[in-house]
């Protein structure tokens, strides 16, 4: 209060005198951004919390507990992990050849790994399926080794790693870019070879930013619908992952919920990444 | 004669190619060549993005072409299809416009005017982002479905998908508005207002042009995922042929078709090809504006 009240002693700041100046304007903006995200985002949020916990804790839980419900989350969680898992590996070693050097197609490199943000899921279960279902590209082959990728884990795992491609490799890039090549060098001067360089030295210095990449990377694998839909077939009880189930009660059980109870343990786990995220952002800005 | 003219500089270019388009893109010389651990994991993860992306999305583009030319345009001008993509496109533009303008006045109000609550609503901004598709879409449906608690039923019309894509796609303006608007020098803005410019004028004359560049790639981020949206959006759609079914409802109803499994993959694959075309599209753009912002910065 007292703060608002003796802004005399520094009058002089350009900066301070147009903030006053467009005070009303900036009011009326403010009024603007708040009810359009409020009415957009938050108004439904808090309904469908408000509906998943209207018919009481029992039926809550209740919902949670059936068998179809357990397999789900755990077929969820085992997919995500082994996507992002591969995504780690593969984003570390692709953020540090986009970052550090110079080869043929590098750009090309780079556009690539930018592609999936931009390609419909749906588009990106067709694509693996034409190559990797039983009558596509790679179909006979892995069909004689006995692989089976459609409507199997290996394929979900697949086009989890496909939609989540790029959160790890652009979340290290800026940062090892920042980084430079002095310390390497340095070492590499000194006689360590590539691995002791990228265990002393590179990923202390990305830890942050791959644990940052890692959570958005972990939030985008547990939610993936429309890929995963495609390559799975979506068979209760074997290839439904928690995503799925959710529409598939919605929309062959008309069974509400029990679609509101996993939606809330998803809405739960998109929160923790949010908060995760944020602090890890905070923290490595101070 | 002509053919030797030609062959010279093409020639000479293909020499020096390396080192004069590094010039031209102004990269720092920091760039390593490759060596052992690097050309190996270059290697590697060239095999596996082939797999994984390349190869894929050829089978698409491929099979979009399996009964030549005719075959792909049959496909895509069928009347339902043809409906979908329009309206697929129609409701991806409105979505980047009213982001545009929104996302800007929402990353205005976060980086000019810090009040109390700021960090909240900063996390509110982010949740469409977090939330995976399926449950968006169960959120959207939660407001607006059959027996909505506002009395505001959108299940089955067009209005409903564009407020859905509104909802999940609400970050990408803010967040690339938002960076750039932070180290917009104020300078100038207190210049202008000290010779009695008013607010509206030192937006649109000085802070605006200076934001164009990224609120065209906001709005063009938030094109290209509304054009793929899927799993937000099949909830409340109701797949109405020609009102509200959208251009990945047809591809997957294609691909559910077994009677005709052959044409029907072709079908879908065509389709898939404009989708990816429009990516392809998009990605340029970025590209483009990406490299005006950074001229200007």
């Known amino acids: 209060m007292a703060d608002t009240v003796t802004p005399a002693p520094r009058p002089l700041s350009p900066s301070s005198t147009s903030r006053d100046r467009a005070r009303p304007g900036s009011l009326a903006l403010r009024g603007v951004a708040m009810v359009y995200v409020g009415l957009l985002v938050l108004l439904p949020v808090v309904v469908i919390l408000y509906r998943t916990f209207q018919p009481g804790l029992g039926e809550f839980f209740s919902a949670l507990d059936s068998p179809e419900a357990a397999h789900a989350f755990e077929l969820t969680g085992i997919v995500a992990l082994s996507a992002v898992v591969i995504n780690t590996v593969f984003g570390i070693a692709v953020a540090i050849l986009l970052a550090r050097y110079r080869f043929w197609g590098r750009r090309v490199l780079s556009a690539f790994v930018d592609l999936p943000v931009s390609v419909s899921p749906i588009v990106v279960g067709l694509a693996l399926v034409l190559v990797f279902g039983p009558t596509g590209w790679f179909g006979p082959f892995l069909t004689r080794h006995g692989v089976t990728m459609i409507g199997a884990k290996p394929g979900m795992i697949l086009a989890t790693v496909f939609v989540s491609l790029p959160l790890v490799v652009r979340a290290l890039v800026p940062v090892l870019e920042q980084a430079g090549i002095e310390q390497e060098q340095a070492a590499a001067s000194l006689g360590a070879t590539a691995f002791t360089r990228l265990r002393r030295i590179t990923l202390p210095t990305i830890r942050a930013a791959l644990t940052y990449g890692v959570v958005l990377s972990l939030a985008r694998c547990i939610g993936e619908y429309g890929a995963v839909l495609v390559v799975s077939n979506n068979v209760e009880g074997t290839t439904e992952t928690a995503p799925l189930r959710v529409g598939n009660l919605v929309e062959n059980e008309l069974n509400y919920n029990a679609a509101y109870a996993i939606t809330f343990v998803l809405i739960v786990v998109a929160f923790a990444a949010i908060l995760l995220s944020a602090w890890i952002r905070r923290r490595r800005r101070s | ?297």
């Open chain 2, 1 to 297: 004669m002509t053919t030797d003219v030609q062959a010279a500089p093409a020639a000479t270019e293909a020499v020096s190619a390396g080192p004069a388009a590094r010039r031209r893109r102004g990269r720092p010389k920091t760039g390593l060549p490759l060596r052992a651990a690097s050309g190996t994991s270059l290697g590697v993860v060239v095999i596996w993005m082939s797999l994984l992306v390349l190869i894929p999305l050829a089978a698409v583009v491929g099979h979009a072409f399996d009964g030549g030319w005719s075959g792909f345009t049959d496909a895509i001008s069928q009347p339902a299809t043809a409906a979908a993509l329009r309206l697929t496109l129609g409701l991806s533009a409105a979505a980047a416009i009213i982001n545009a303008v929104m996302g800007t006045i929402v990353a205005w109000v976060l980086v000019r005017g810090k009040f109390s609550g700021s960090g909240i609503f900063e996390m509110v901004i982010d949740i469409p982002f977090a939330l995976p598709t399926i449950v968006a879409g169960l959120v959207m449906l939660a407001l607006y479905g059959g027996d909505s608690p506002i009395g505001v039923s959108l299940v089955g019309t067009r209005t409903g998908l564009l407020v859905t894509l509104l909802f999940v796609t609400l970050p990408f303006t803010v967040r690339t508005v938002q960076p750039v608007l932070l180290n917009l020098d104020r300078e100038a803005e207190d210049a202008a207002a000290s010779l009695g410019a008013s607010a509206p004028v030192i937006f649109r004359r000085i802070a605006l042009p200076q934001l164009m560049p990224a609120i065209v790639s906001g709005a063009v981020l938030s094109f290209a995922r509304a054009i793929g949206e899927y799993g937000s959006l099949v909830l409340i759609s109701s797949n109405l042929p020609f009102k509200t079914e959208i251009a990945s409802s047809v591809i997957y109803g294609k691909l559910q078709d077994a009677d005709n499994a052959a044409r029907s993959t072709q079908q879908a694959a065509a389709i898939a090809t404009i989708l990816l075309v429009a990516s392809a599209v998009v990605l340029v753009l970025i590209e483009v504006l990406g490299r005006r912002v950074s001229r200007r910065g």
